[in-house]
């Protein structure tokens, strides 16, 4: 798959994941991060305008798909990205992708950074 079949691809397997699927939403945020031999998932829902709400889907399927779109866009002769964000606003029927190549940690989520990351990546 090329990468814009793999992001439509993360994306449906987000819109259909049981977990994600518990609670309606109206947008969607995942942040893919990817350390020294460690990946993490962190998404938010983001309903009626209301404040980004954590929720990670469970599939071992994105994170596949995430696997293999961090090696269908790695630049010969440099390091992979780091940090992959996908937002889905359902409304508008629109999925973007932005990538982190020189600072990841801005990026990590913790509980203390939550909040405001989920602002930050907010799908409108």
């Given at each position: 798959?090329?990468?814009?079949?793999?992001?439509?691809?993360?994306?449906?397997?987000?819109?259909?994941?049981?977990?994600?699927?518990?609670?309606?939403?109206?947008?969607?945020?995942?942040?893919?991060?990817?350390g020294?031999?460690?990946?993490?998932?962190?998404?938010?829902?983001?309903?009626?305008g209301?404040?980004?709400?954590?929720?990670?889907?469970?599939?071992?399927?994105?994170?596949?798909?995430?696997?293999?779109?961090?090696?269908?866009?790695?630049?010969?002769?440099?390091?992979?990205?780091?940090?992959?964000?996908?937002?889905?606003?359902?409304?508008?029927?629109?999925?973007?992708?932005d990538?982190?190549?020189?600072?990841?940690?801005?990026?990590?989520v913790?509980?203390?950074?939550?909040?405001?990351?989920?602002?930050?990546?907010?799908?409108?």
């Amino acid at each position: 798959m090329n990468r814009d079949e793999l992001l439509g691809e993360i994306a449906r397997l987000i819109v259909v994941d049981p977990k994600a699927g518990e609670r309606p939403w109206d947008g969607y945020a995942l942040i893919a991060w990817y350390g020294d031999g460690i990946s993490r998932l962190n998404g938010f829902r983001y309903d009626k305008g209301q404040p980004g709400e954590p929720l990670t889907p469970s599939g071992v399927e994105i994170e596949n798909r995430l696997e293999e779109l961090r090696r269908v866009t790695q630049v010969k002769d440099k390091a992979p990205w780091r940090v992959c964000i996908i937002r889905i606003n359902r409304e508008a029927a629109e999925v973007a992708i932005d990538f982190e190549y020189e600072e990841p940690g801005k990026w990590y989520v913790t509980p203390d950074s939550a909040a405001e990351i989920a602002d930050k990546v907010k799908p409108w």
